[in-house]
């Protein structure tokens, strides 16, 4: 045949050659030699029946057209399809042929094919298998690669699935037990013959009962040239601890040959939550922290090696190394060997051995079950047969066809690796924690695991002064009990926590009652030493300390005490956190020459002072923040100097003080030479009987500073809302230099009930310095509402007053002024039943600027402005006036004295009604 010409090619004999074709048949059965000068186009090969099918190699690449050969001497392919059925049915029940494996295939091979060839000779049918231009192949033929038949053991094109289970069992890389493993897998779809793009998921069950998961796409692409699988995979995996619960991406890349694989892949876990909290623990007097769980995040190459195959069993050995980073913790790399033998493509097992300086030397042994299942109609079929993505052939290994390796499970790490890296609590200098465990009833030697019985016995521990004594599950002790120098008590009703290495440490167990509803008791009273901590406690006593340093009481209740609740002197140093004390039948806190800080302190029915703080000859600073006085029986906060050293009190946050005396009292004693600095800023004061603050510098050769007055509010004075007398305005007293005292809204009263207020509302007598208020709402009853008074004292003062200022006063003047420097802006100025004049000004020099001015039914001058030192301008706005004398001006508004030209005064309207 020459040129494009199509025949048929009869070969009869044993030959393997011809006209210079090599391996044509590469196998079959050569039965004659035929005379053919030049083969440009091989279109069909005809098997005679005779020959050896079974030594047929996949090197052909055949196709599924049928060409009718016209002799119709030889049905070889027909027996085929005959034997191939036949096998089928008889494997299966009823009409629907049942899975094969790897045996059944050879069985088939071996015998059921050259029976069923033979057979056919009867018949008058053929089948001939067309092939590609043999030309055209590609590496042909000095290079062959393994070309493999589509194939299907019946005329079934059925989707294959994998099921598995498999249990693994020791430790490995971020796991530290056994796991089972359920696996499915899926093809997605069926279009390609030489590829497959599946789903993995796999649900493990650990020794523990926690639970993890995996979940992926994967595709594989079998290169016929290269005889490799190149395959890619995206995975989603999910952990579950006790504690926590873990998320990851997962890409993975494979490289599988019939001799050397290669892997790689990469595990991404949630960047938002790599850390998995996990408690604290004791052990011994130790405390054991850093015990987080924490996802990591690496990857892992490995190299295999596949050894021949002996009989059904497959075995591979792999080696490779991983590293994964820590985020915080120490990064694990290192080296990871395995090796597995598959029987039969049934059976798997593997051993797997890994170390690094994180996980150490570990070990894995496994067994894992496989099941092959091909669906058959009324199932839908693949679009191209799938037998031969999944299913070993003999024949298959012997020419290095891997076409089966496309179905194989996907080898990668299944758990999310986790490390803990727990650590023994050590303090700033790496030395150890010392725990002293106090359970009520016990009776060991301070361990967690036998711990003392009482909080006294603790203290009687030669460590005691160097460790932290706690009581992990609470208790009710009833002793007195004395701190040694240096110790710790804490509860484990609020939540506790220490300074470790790794900064603020939680302690395992604490936390049951962070409100203090339910902490532990103690019936007694508690005496303090120096650098002690004393906290957690519901105190039915009192607490104590002389001459100590560095003292703290907190998250704590006192109650019920037969002196003073907390009781402190001449402590350097103390510090008073969240502490709720209540009936007492003294003091609720006595600060005596103390230096103290006290945040979220709530006194309530306290029989004497809410909190006295007394200051003599040494300097003392007591800052508060967020206190709360209510209903103390005499003062809320009594502030006392008296003496050489300089006194610094500090309201900050938000304050609320009620008391039946004075809420606020602040004095200088007659042998007081030091200075008092008093900063009042989110305060609010209320009395029953007596101002809502008193501030008194009026004695000793010291100076009352007032630094801060930012937010303070009265709601309720029985003798008048704020008092000040003798005291200097100063924002900073250090610097020797006036500095203006700046407040954003001081309240007094409220203008809908201005008989809350009772008294002057905010009256200065003789101050110095300069305060501004951007929002003074006063508003009293029986007093002036502002009141500044320097003549008796000679001194120097200026203030001022911005937009949405107001002053309501009944039954006495709005406003009296004498004299001073004034920057005012009103709203509203309102003065109703005087007993003298509505508005009075003397000795006033600078603006004052109002809205709308009333006085109604004043006995005096409504308004009385008189000696003007130097330029006053006045704008009275809208003004109405109820006069109880006469509609005449000059009666109703006097400035007949002393201001000559300095003054100047504006109505924007002006209303005058006489009786």
Not at 364 to 377: E, K, N
Not at 408 to 419: D, G, H, K, T, Y
Not at 452 to 465: E, Q, V
Not at 556 to 573: C, F, H, K, R, T
């Amino acid at each position: 045949m020459r040129g494009n010409a199509i025949g048929t090619l009869v070969i009869w004999g044993n030959e393997n050659k011809v006209n210079g074709l090599t391996d044509v048949t590469a196998g079959v059965e050569v039965c004659s030699t035929g005379e053919i000068d030049t083969v440009d186009k091989v279109e069909q090969i005809r098997l005679c029946p005779k020959s050896d099918f079974t030594k047929r190699s996949p090197s052909s690449t055949f196709h599924n057209t049928q060409v009718q050969n016209p002799l119709r001497r030889i049905l070889i392919p027909a027996a085929l399809l005959f034997g191939l059925l036949t096998f089928g049915n008889v494997m299966s029940a009823g009409d629907r042929p049942a899975p094969f494996d790897s045996d059944d295939w050879a069985a088939i091979s071996d015998s059921s094919v050259e029976h069923a060839v033979e057979e056919s000779a009867s018949t008058t049918d053929q089948q001939i298998f067309p092939v590609q231009a043999l030309a055209d192949s590609p590496g042909f033929p000095s290079s062959t690669p393994p070309v493999a038949q589509p194939w299907s053991f019946d005329e079934y094109t059925p989707f294959i699935q994998r099921f598995g289970l498999a249990h693994d069992e020791g430790q490995g890389i971020g796991f530290d037990q056994g796991f089972t493993t359920l696996e499915w897998m899926t093809p997605i779809t069926g279009d390609f013959e030489w590829a497959l793009l599946f789903a993995d998921g796999r649900v493990l069950v650990r020794n523990d009962g926690t639970v993890g998961a995996n979940f992926g796409i994967a595709h594989r692409y079998y290169d016929l040239n290269w005889n490799r699988i190149f395959g890619a995979n995206v995975f989603y995996d999910y952990r579950n601890t006790e504690d926590n619960h873990f998320h990851q991406l997962g890409l993975g890349l494979e490289w599988l040959g019939e001799i050397v694989d290669v892997r790689a892949n990469a595990y991404i876990p949630d960047v938002d939550n790599v850390r998995g909290p996990i408690p604290n623990l004791f052990r011994g007097h130790q405390l054991i922290i850093n015990r987080d769980e924490v996802a990591m995040t690496g990857g892992d190459v490995e190299l295999g090696l596949r050894l021949p195959t002996f009989e059904s069993i497959q075995v591979e050995v792999f080696g490779g190394f991983y590293h994964f980073d820590g985020h915080g913790n120490d990064d694990a790399t290192g080296w990871r060997t395995r090796a597995q033998a598959e029987i039969a493509q049934r059976v798997t097992l593997d051993v797997a051995v890994q170390n690094d300086d994180v996980f150490g030397t570990t070990a894995t042994f496994g067994v894992a079950l496989q099941y092959l299942h091909r669906f058959l109609p009324p199932y839908t079929q693949s679009a191209r047969p799938m037998d031969h993505k999944f299913f070993r052939r003999p024949q298959d290994v012997a020419s290095g066809n891997i076409a089966y390796r496309l179905g194989e499970p996907i080898e990668r790490l299944q758990n999310i690796v986790l490390s803990q890296q727990p650590k023994v609590a050590t303090d700033a200098a790496g030395v150890p924690l010392n725990f002293l465990h106090v359970v009520e009833g016990g009776a060991g030697d301070g361990t967690f695991e036998t711990p003392y019985g009482t909080l006294s016995a603790a203290m009687a521990d030669a460590d005691a002064g160097t460790s932290i004594t706690y009581t992990p599950f609470g208790g009710a002790y009833v002793e007195n009990v004395a701190l040694v120098a240096g110790a710790t008590i804490l509860s484990n009703g609020p939540e506790q926590f220490v300074t470790s290495q790794c900064g603020a440490t939680l302690l395992p167990f604490s936390g049951t009652s962070t409100d203090l509803s339910m902490i532990p008791t103690l019936t007694g009273n508690v005496t303090l030493a120096d650098n002690t901590r004393f906290s957690g406690f519901d105190v039915t006593g009192g607490v104590s300390g002389t001459g100590l340093v560095d003292v703290t009481v907190d998250n704590s209740v006192i109650s019920n005490s037969l002196g003073d609740a907390v009781d402190l002197m001449n402590v350097d140093g103390a510090t008073l956190t969240n502490l709720i004390v209540s009936s007492t039948a003294g003091r609720g806190i006595l600060l005596d020459d103390t230096s103290a800080t006290l945040t979220d302190v709530n006194i309530t029915l306290a029989a004497d002072d809410g909190i006295e703080i007394n200051s003599a000859a040494v300097d003392r600073t007591v800052e508060i923040t967020n206190l709360t006085v209510d209903s103390a029986f005499t003062e809320g906060v009594d502030i006392n100097l008296d003496g050489a050293g300089n006194l610094a009190v500090s309201f900050a946050g938000t304050n609320s003080i009620t008391a039946a005396d004075n809420a606020v009292d602040a004095t200088l004693g007659a042998a007081s030479t030091g200075d008092l600095d008093l900063s009042l800023t989110g305060t609010t004061l209320a009395s029953t009987a007596g101002a809502g603050g008193n501030i008194d510098g009026t004695a000793g050769a010291g100076t009352l500073f007032i630094s801060a007055l930012e937010g303070t509010t009265v709601t309720q004075a029985a003798l008048g809302g704020l008092l000040v007398d003798t005291a200097t305005f100063d924002a900073d007293p250090t610097t020797g230099a006036i500095d203006q005292v700046s407040a954003t809204t001081v309240t007094i009263g409220d203008a809908t009930s201005p008989t809350d207020i009772t008294g002057d509302g905010l009256r200065l007598l003789d101050p110095t310095g300069d305060l501004n208020i951007d929002t003074l709402l006063i508003a009293n009853d029986m007093g002036t509402g502002l009141l500044v008074d320097t003549k008796g004292g000679g001194t120097t003062f200026s203030l001022s007053t911005g937009t949405g200022s107001s002053i309501v006063t009944t039954n006495g003047p709005a406003m009296s002024l004498d004299p001073l420097d004034v920057d005012l802006t009103f709203d509203l100025v309102q003065s109703d039943d005087s007993p003298t004049e509505g508005i009075f000004l003397d000795t006033v020099a600078g603006n004052i600027a109002i809205t709308s001015t009333t006085i109604n039914s004043a006995v005096g001058t409504a308004i009385l402005i008189q000696n003007t030192p130097s330029p006053l301008d006045i704008q009275f706005g809208d003004t109405t006036i109820l006069s109880t004398v006469n509609d005449d001006f000059a009666t109703n508004i006097d400035t007949s004295v002393g201001n000559g030209t300095n003054l100047t005064i504006d109505f924007t309207s002006l209303s005058i009604t006489g009786p």
